[in-house]
């Protein structure tokens, strides 16, 4: 089977003093990996660089086997999203809907109410995600960091994407959250069988969330394997 995602000699300039450069990064089927080594500009290129958002200025990015340019128009550009789930903290949540309208919006815009068969699914996500039932009819507004970021994880891998991009997850998060984060993002992902690129600082929640960790040198693009764990 191809790879999931493969970078090879990839540039990209973007407002920084040097270009993002990767040489070769590659995830096959089921593999997690998590990337350490880029601050929040150069993950947020890394994060448009896989999805076709941007293309580089050197080397090349594939996606289950085929170039991101080779994306003939926007229309097939917005195809291709559905192939990814995406945490980030610049996606967006509602603050004046509630946990549950939130977590609904991949399946359905009618949110007010949500449909029965809609809020059956969404609540077996929301379990899966360590989601209490007793806060899915609160304002997200009110909600703590630690909730907000599994929402965010639950509407990444409601419509069954084909590979999990994690940006920067848990810095929002207390130190005394992301190791569970961690554990329940592997344990979601291996049910899955999901492919997943991590991109984090923190070392303690690639640790429980990957199969292996990776150190990006940034002035020369090269990763360093800096542990992989057992049980891959």
Do not use: C
Request: no cysteine.
């Amino acid at each position: 089977m191809p790879d999931v995602l493969s970078l090879v000699n990839v540039r990209k300039h973007y407002q920084s003093l040097r270009p993002l450069r990767i040489r070769t990064l590659t995830i096959g089927p089921g593999e997690r990996v998590a990337v350490s080594g880029l601050d929040a500009g150069a993950a947020e290129v890394l994060v448009n660089l896989v999805t076709g958002a941007s293309v580089p200025d050197e080397g090349e990015v594939q996606v289950l086997g085929r170039s991101t340019t080779s994306i003939a128009d926007g229309d097939e550009w917005l195809a291709s999203l559905d192939r990814f789930g995406i945490v980030s903290p610049r996606a967006v949540l509602l603050d004046s809907a509630t946990l549950l309208q939130n977590l609904a919006m991949p399946f359905t815009l009618e949110i007010d109410p949500v449909p029965d068969e809609i809020q059956s699914r969404v609540t077996t996500l929301a379990d899966e995600a360590g989601l209490v039932a007793g806060v899915l009819l609160q304002p997200i507004a009110g909600l703590t960091p630690e909730i907000r970021v599994r929402a965010h994880l639950v509407r990444a891998v409601a419509l069954n994407p084909q590979l999990l991009i994690l940006e920067h997850p848990t810095a929002g998060l207390p130190p005394s959250d992301r190791r569970r984060f961690g554990m329940d993002v592997a344990h979601i992902a291996q049910a899955r069988g999901l492919p997943t690129l991590i991109i984090s600082e923190d070392a303690e929640f690639s640790r429980e969330a990957a199969h292996q960790t990776l150190a990006l040198n940034p002035a020369t693009g090269e990763l360093k394997q800096k542990k992989r764990l057992f049980g891959w």
